[in-house]
């Protein structure tokens, strides 16, 4: 009989975190640190990435500033990450923009940025690890979407939908193609989580129609971290192009 830490421990194994500094992310790379995997949080904001591993002596924390906008810099910390580190068992496609824009006065660049961070810079990344994750017999991609794919209850997420949107259609495309290599790719879509690029997207757009909020309570980050985990886990391998709503129930309401 398998025991629970061969297959639910990330024991030695390599783990990346896009957006890991903050929020989810933060949350998320503190869970694969618990199961045992080594966790490198790749991040634009590299002092608060930093600042985070800091805070956790005990877990086996690295970072690395990624801008996730800009093709080069994904390529170039790509082959960072597999010289200096190794290859990933897992990767996690956690960064992203939020920023709410009014639909009338929003503009063409910004969709074009929301994009390149949410859904290009993940395509990058994907194709430049997963590559190595092949090389090696296999892996896992988890990508962080958004409940708001499923009715939101603020408005001026028309170019952030769009951007996650484009990320779930590709994980399923991926999913198909990766399957042969043994590599996984699934999503999990978090409801409103309070974190700083949650509280700091609260534009000057105005709020939809009042919704019941949702009835298990709002999700923390912790809760977003615990599908990531299932995901990420040995006993998941026939697990792929699957997507887990954790929203507090918000769907129901
Ligand atoms: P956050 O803003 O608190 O954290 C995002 C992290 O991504 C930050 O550390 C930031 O520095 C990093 N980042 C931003 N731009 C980057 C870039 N160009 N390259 C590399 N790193 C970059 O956000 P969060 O609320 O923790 O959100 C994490 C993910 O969850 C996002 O993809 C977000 O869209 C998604 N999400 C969040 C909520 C929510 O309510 N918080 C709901 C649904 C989905």
Known sequence: MNSLSSMFGLE??????????SGIGAGIASA?????????????????????ANSMPAADI????????????????????????GTPWV??????????????????????????VNSRGPFILSRE????????????????????????IVKGLVAYTASKGALLAQSSAL?????????????????????PGAIAAKGPVPEGPARRPAPLGMCKPEDIAAAVLYFS????????NQVIAVDGGFSVS
Request: glycine share 8%; charged share 20%; no cysteine.
């Open 91 to 116: 990767l996690v496609n956690n960064a992203g923009l939020q920023d709410r824009q009014a639909f009338f006065e929003s503009t063409t660049a910004e969709w074009d940025r929301m994009v390149a």
């Open 12 to 21: 030695g194994r390599l783990a990346v975190v896009t957006g890991g500094a």
């Open 32 to 52: 694969l640190a618990a199961a045992g995997a080594r966790v490198i949080i790749a991040d634009i904001n590299i002092d608060a990435a930093q600042a985070f």
């Open 129 to 152: 690890l997963s590559r190595a994750m092949a090389s090696v017999g296999g892996g896992r991609i988890v990508n962080i979407a958004s409940a708001a794919l499923r009715g939101s």
């Open 233 to 240: 886990a040995p006993a998941a391998q026939r697990v792929t």
């Open 62 to 85: 690295q970072v690395i500033k990624l801008d996730l906008a800009d093709e080069e810099n994904v390529l170039s910390v790509s082959e960072d990450i597999l010289k200096n580190f």
């Open 175 to 195: 999913a198909f193609e990766l399957a042969e290599f043994g590599i996984t790719v699934n999503t999990v879509l978090p409801g409103g989580v309070a974190t």
